[in-house]
């Protein structure tokens, strides 16, 4: 990965985590002001109610113990959370690390086989040449050849060769050297140059 892109994902990362956090807090607010209006609430009513002047005092401890616990809850929740995002993102980065060494590892292959592919072409290149040479004389000294004296030895020969030779010649010269041949290897030899 590029380095913008491991840049992006650790402010996404960071991002994330405080939107959780942001969240978490806000209703962490409201369950820490609401025992408050929980007790505000249940003094009024207790002043109108007959005989409720002792239950009040009662549900509001009882509220604030759960707050308590809820509030306690949450944070142990959001630690652990802010935990697994931290693993997450050290895992996320360990991965991009071994990326980017095996991105660079395929762009030094990669040149390597470039380099070695611009200094074998020319060779290639000769070569070619030379086997085209090679088969352009062949095809003149077997074309000068009188169709009789040249089909026995172009009937021994492998059908490449003699195939290479057959289309450097003139289409007469060729025409006149194939009734010559065994019947089996002029038809084959016929079907090959029909196929190129």
């Known amino acids: 990965m590029r380095p913008s892109e491991t840049k992006a ?22 369950l820490v002001l609401a025992p408050g209006e929980g007790r505000a609430l249940a003094s009024g009513a207790a002043a109108r109610a007959e005989g409720g002047a002792a239950a009040a005092p009662a549900g509001a401890a009882g509220a604030s113990i759960s707050t308590r616990g809820d509030v306690r809850t949450l944070l142990d929740a959001l630690e652990k959370r802010q935990a697994e995002l931290d693993a997450r993102e050290r895992e996320v980065a360990s991965k991009e690390e071994r990326l980017a060494l095996y991105e660079q590892d395929v762009i030094a292959k990669v040149a390597s086989l470039e380099e ?6 020319p ?15 062949l095809a003149k000294i077997y074309g000068a050849m009188k169709p009789e004296a040249a089909a026995p030895i172009l009937d021994r020969l492998d059908d490449p060769t ?20 065994s019947r089996e290897r002029a038809i084959a030899l016929t079907q090959a140059l029909a196929e190129r």
């Open 116 to 121: 070695i592919e611009k200094r074998l072409s």
């Open 162 to 181: 003699v195939l290479t030779i057959f289309r450097r010649m003139k289409e007469k010269q060729v025409g006149e050297i194939l009734p010559r041949m």
């Open 9 to 30: 994902g650790g402010w996404i990362g960071r991002g994330l985590r405080v939107a959780v956090a942001v969240a978490l807090g806000g209703k962490l607010a409201l």
């Open 123 to 137: 060779r290639a290149k000769a070569a070619s040449q030379a086997g085209d040479a090679s088969a352009e004389s």
